[in-house]
Structure formats: C-alpha cells, structure tokens
C-alpha cells in the first residue's frame, strides 16, 4: 500500500517558504492558502507534486499555475471582502477558490467544457457555492454580472481587452499577464472614473488567451495545447 502523504504539512511549508519568504504576508491570503487543498485541483497522476514551487499540467494542454503568482496575483487586486470579482480562465479551479475566500462573489469563465465541469465539481465539493462558473469565451468577459471590484485575467492577453476594462467598477483593478509567446508582463490596470492607471509589475509565462480578444492559433502556435 502507498504511504499516506501528509496534505496539510506539504500545504504549510509551500506558505511559509514559496509565499511568505517571498514577503507576501496578508493574513486574508495566507489563510485562503492554507485552508484550499490544493492537490484536490490537481489531476490525480500529477497530485504528489501538488505543492511544488512551479505550474503543473492540468490536461488538455493548460496548467494550474505556481502557487506564487497565484497569491501575487490575487495580492494584486487588493479584495476588500465584499466585492464581485471576474476570473477569466477557470482552468482548475484553484485561483477561484482562493478569490472565493477572499471575496463575496467570484465569476469565472472557461473556454474548455471538461475543465470548467472538473473545477465546478470540486469547488461544490469544498462547499465554495460562491463561485459561479460558465463555458464559453471569457475574452470580452461577462457584462452581465458586471461592473467587478476586481478582474482577474490567468492567460496570456495580446493586450488588455477593452471589454474587460470597461466591465471594471469605479476603484476596482484589473490584473493581467500581457504580451507573446516569448513572455509577458504581468500588468495592473486601476480605474479612476474614466481615467485608468496602469502598472507593470515583472515578466511571466502564461499560456495564451484565446477567443475574440485573445490570440489567434496562428499567431500563437497551438504547441502544447
Ligand atoms: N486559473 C487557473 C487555475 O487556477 O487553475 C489556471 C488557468 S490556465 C493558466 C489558463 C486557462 O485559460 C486555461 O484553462 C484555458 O483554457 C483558459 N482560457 C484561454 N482562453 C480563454 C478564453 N478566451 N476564455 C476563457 N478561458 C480561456
């Protein structure tokens, strides 16, 4: 018989040494962290490996991205606790598990059929009935349920799509990995009224945003996918 793997001790050494060694140190977050299991988002082949330092395949040709740009990312969007956040790309599931802990409302969109049916499955199993998630192309996002205190972008952009920063509420940011298949920045947009701030915070590697506003297979090889 195998030998049982000790989830919750893995899960804490990944938060003290990948997260907070790296000077994230929000309580909110680090509590998400720590209470999503999240070997349960990972495919079962792929599950021992859970907790490592890096992105793991997730099937059909995505990932569940490092455990640190996934707490940098939703450190980015400052939550407040009750605001409605947008997600685009569910793949896993993980990154909306940790938003629903974070904030009252997550939506979450994924163009792969099977991935969002693999997420919206464990996310009920863990009881995170906050997060609703629909198939179909996130691109030009999901103005019904808009405008979002926070959206959150995890593929590769061409550049921000407009749709998306429009869906945006007064105050609310947006965060985004923008660039090719050579590499992206990992930008933050903050609304003002009409005016929009823009930050850049340090290069990342992400698969690519497809749809109407994302890149195109022959602009971005098809790869791995
Ligand atoms: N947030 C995910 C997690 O926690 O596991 C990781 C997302 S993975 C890096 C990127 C995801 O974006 C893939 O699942 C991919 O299918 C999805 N995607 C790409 N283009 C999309 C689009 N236009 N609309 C919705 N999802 C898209």
Same mark, same amino acid.
């Given at each position: 018989?195998?030998?049982?793997?000790?989830?919750?001790?893995?899960?804490?050494?990944?938060?003290?040494?990948?997260?907070?060694?790296?000077?994230?140190?929000?309580?909110?977050?680090?509590?998400?962290?720590?209470?999503?299991?999240?070997?349960?988002?990972?495919?079962?082949?792929?599950?021992?490996?859970?907790?490592?330092?890096?992105?793991?395949?997730?099937?059909?040709?995505?990932?569940?991205?490092?455990?640190?740009?996934?707490?940098?990312?939703?450190?980015?969007?400052?939550?407040? %606790?009750?605001?409605?956040?947008?997600?685009?790309?569910?793949?896993?599931?993980?990154?909306?598990?940790?938003?629903?802990?974070?904030?009252?409302?997550?939506?979450?969109?994924?163009?792969?059929?099977?991935?969002?049916?693999?997420?919206?499955?464990?996310?009920?199993?863990? %009881?995170?009935?906050?997060?609703?998630?629909?198939?179909?192309?996130?691109?030009?996002?999901?103005?019904?349920?808009?405008?979002?205190?926070?959206?959150?972008?995890?593929?590769?952009?061409?550049?921000?799509?407009?749709?998306?920063?429009?869906?945006?509420?007064?105050?609310?940011?947006?965060?985004?990995?923008?660039?090719?298949?050579?590499?992206?920045?990992?930008?933050?947009?903050?609304?003002?009224?009409?005016?929009?701030?823009?930050?850049?915070?340090?290069?990342?590697?992400?698969?690519?945003?497809?749809?109407?506003?994302?890149?195109?297979?022959?602009?971005?090889?098809?790869?791995?996918?």
């Amino acid at each position: 018989m195998a030998p049982e793997i000790d989830w919750e001790s893995l899960r804490e050494s990944m938060v003290r040494n990948q997260i907070e060694r790296r000077g994230l140190t929000e309580e909110r977050l680090l509590r998400a962290l720590r209470t999503i299991p999240r070997h349960l988002f990972v495919p079962m082949e792929e599950r021992y490996r859970a907790y490592i330092d890096g992105p793991l395949p997730i099937g059909g040709g995505q990932t569940i991205s490092q455990p640190y740009i996934v707490a940098v990312m939703t450190s980015l969007l400052v939550l407040q %606790g009750d605001g409605n956040v947008l997600e685009i790309g569910t793949g896993s599931g993980y990154q909306a598990a940790i938003l629903a802990c974070m904030t009252k409302q997550v939506y979450s969109v994924e163009r792969d059929a099977e991935l969002a049916a693999r997420a919206h499955e464990v996310l009920c199993r863990l %009881g995170l009935f906050n997060v609703t998630i629909k198939t179909g192309d996130g691109s030009e996002g999901w103005p019904e349920h808009a405008p979002y205190d926070g959206i959150l972008v995890t593929a590769a952009a061409p550049s921000v799509p407009p749709n998306l920063l429009q869906q945006l509420a007064d105050g609310g940011r947006l965060v985004a990995p923008v660039g090719g298949q050579e590499g992206q920045d990992l930008q933050v947009w903050r609304r003002s009224g009409e005016m929009m701030a823009f930050e850049s915070i340090f290069p990342v590697s992400f698969v690519p945003l497809r749809g109407k506003a994302g890149w195109s297979e022959e602009d971005w090889l098809p790869k791995h996918e």
